[in-house]
């Protein structure tokens, strides 16, 4: 199975700042790397698919890279609406696998 | 707009058997152009993904819990299920159902949840 280890587990940013996660598999995964937004309560939002197709309706601040087994979302500019925790997801291969997440909190 | 809800029971014992539904509006189970997950995420840790159904009513199940569940495919209701047996307190989490796009050649891209439920498992 393909292990997601992603970081930090949690951060503390300002609004305007810019924010960068990372998301390293375990073993090469051809772009399949998805980013999901999650506020308590609700629902996961998937915001970025295939390392950096921004998903319909999703500000584009928000920013993926990477390639092989390294990736990277970016929010530049911090918004207040984007305090969530944002998980990695590899949907390569069986069974699709989710990072640990990441807690964006307000400074 | 497609919207996803899950319902069933928030508590169930030890050693018996989670039941969950999915409610499906706003969609159809007909295209094959997507497959129907269950995700969950107990408390403090990442999310898991469960399973999920073709639309034909196929189901793949994670390797871990592949002993342990079943689910099944309700089209003239618009609802999919979990069943998963032999609870623990290790089974304690936030359930969700989830819509995944098939594309290439994998089916796991989840593009619409729901909002989850949290299921204890306690005596």
């Known amino acids: 199975d393909i292990q997601m280890t992603q970081s930090p587990s949690s951060l503390s940013a300002s609004i305007g700042d810019r924010v960068t996660i990372t998301c390293r598999a375990s073993?090469?995964?051809?772009?399949?790397l998805a980013w999901y937004q999650q506020k308590p309560g609700k629902a996961p939002k998937l915001l970025l698919y295939?390392?950096?197709r921004l998903q319909t309706g999703v500000p584009s601040r928000f920013t993926g890279s990477g390639s092989g087994t390294d990736y990277t979302l970016t929010i530049n500019g911090l918004q207040p609406e984007d305090f969530a925790t944002y998980s990695c997801?590899?949907?390569?291969?069986?069974?699709?696998?989710f990072g640990q997440g990441t807690k964006v909190e307000i400074k | 707009q497609l919207q996803l809800q899950e319902s069933g029971s928030g508590l169930v014992k030890p050693s018996q058997t989670l039941s969950l539904t999915c409610t499906v509006s706003g969609g159809s189970f007909s295209s094959g152009d997507y497959s129907w997950s269950w995700v969950r995420q107990p408390p403090g840790k990442g999310l898991e993904w469960i399973g999920l159904?073709?639309?034909?009513?196929?189901?793949f199940y994670s390797p871990s819990l592949r002993s342990r569940v079943t689910m099944s495919l309700d089209r003239s209701k618009n609802q999919f299920s979990l069943r998963l047996s032999s609870v623990t307190a290790a089974d304690t989490a936030v359930y969700h159902c989830?819509?995944?796009?098939?594309?290439?050649?994998?089916?796991?891209?989840?593009?619409?949840w729901g909002q989850g439920t949290l299921v204890t498992v306690s005596s």
């Open positions: 295939a390392a950096s």
């Open positions: 989830a819509r995944g796009f098939c594309g290439g050649s994998s089916c796991y891209l989840l593009d619409s």
């Open positions: 159904l073709y639309h034909s009513g196929s189901a």
């Open positions: 997801q590899q949907y390569y291969t069986t069974p699709p696998a």
């Open positions: 073993q090469g995964i051809s772009n399949s």
